[in-house]
T-cell receptor
Framework: DSGVTQTPKHLITATGQRVTLRCSPR?????VYWYQQSLDQGLQFLIQ???????AKGNILERFSAQQFPDLHSELNLSSLELGDSALYFC????????????????FGPGTRLTVL | AQSVTQPDIHITVSEGASLELRCNYS??????LFWYVQSPGQGLQLLLK??????LVQGIKGFEAEFKRSQSSFNLRKPSVHWSDAAEYFC????????????FGSGTRLSIRP
């Protein structure tokens, strides 16, 4: 158990809908990272938040957005969903992450499996 | 363009045998290099990482990896595999300065023959 929790575990929705995925980082970790894992695209980094502020952006679509709240939990919002958005979405956290990606070990949650029908 | 190649999609080895998973990268400078493992139904777990210094890196669970600049490779090795090592293994590269440029390989699925 990494100490990172994600809810829900599974999510099934229809095209055009909007969903919110939630992540609680390990106690004391300031950075949260979101990843998408799909059969087509493989594993991709989406976005990083550090202590409430966006730190780095990867291959995140404009239909997707994220935020990190004062209690450090994070939410990933996916809107106007398409069939191709079906994937496993991982959240990871690290202690700081303020000095660049590679300096901190990231701890991954178990993921949220999103199915868009 | 930056890229990471894991040429082996699926490898099967016998329990107790040695293992080597290949990873090649294409990058302008020496990047930060990582190996992650993903067990079925689980998230990723960091096995080891290379930033600088000694090119042979020791990780958790008895794994090690060797950075070879001349071959642009960062192969993962284990002298004797256990059935619990069956999982998907991902190699990844990232520059120090920008997480937005992290790239993962497509993964190698490891099966263990009893």
């Amino acid at each position: 158990d990494s100490g990172v929790t994600q809810t829900p575990k599974h999510l099934i929705t229809a095209t055009g809908q909007r969903v919110t995925l939630r992540c609680s980082p390990r106690s004391g970790d300031l950075s949260v990272y979101w990843y998408q894992q799909s059969l087509d695209q493989g594993l991709q980094f989406l976005i990083q938040y550090y202590n409430g502020e966006e730190r780095a952006k990867g291959n995140i679509l404009e239909r997707f957005s994220a935020q990190q709240f004062p209690d450090l939990h994070s939410e990933l919002n996916l809107s106007s969903l398409e069939l191709g958005d079906s994937a496993l979405y991982f959240c990871a956290s690290s202690a700081t992450g303020s000095r660049g990606f590679g300096t901190d070990t990231q701890y991954f949650g178990p993921g949220t499996r999103l199915t868009v029908l | 363009a930056q890229s990471v190649t894991q040429p082996d999609i699926h490898i099967t080895v016998s329990e107790g045998a040695s293992l080597e998973l290949r990873c090649n990268y294409s990058y302008g400078a020496t990047p930060y290099l990582f190996w992650y493992v993903q067990s079925p139904g689980q998230g990723l777990q960091l096995l080891l990482k290379y930033f600088s210094g000694d090119t042979l890196v020791q990780g958790i669970k008895g794994f090690e990896a060797e950075f070879k600049r001349s071959q642009s490779s960062f192969n993962l090795r284990k002298p004797s595999v256990h059935w619990s090592d069956a999982a998907e293994y991902f190699c990844a590269v990232a520059p120090y300065s920008s997480a937005s440029k992290i790239i993962f390989g497509s993964g190698t699925r490891l099966s263990i023959r009893p």
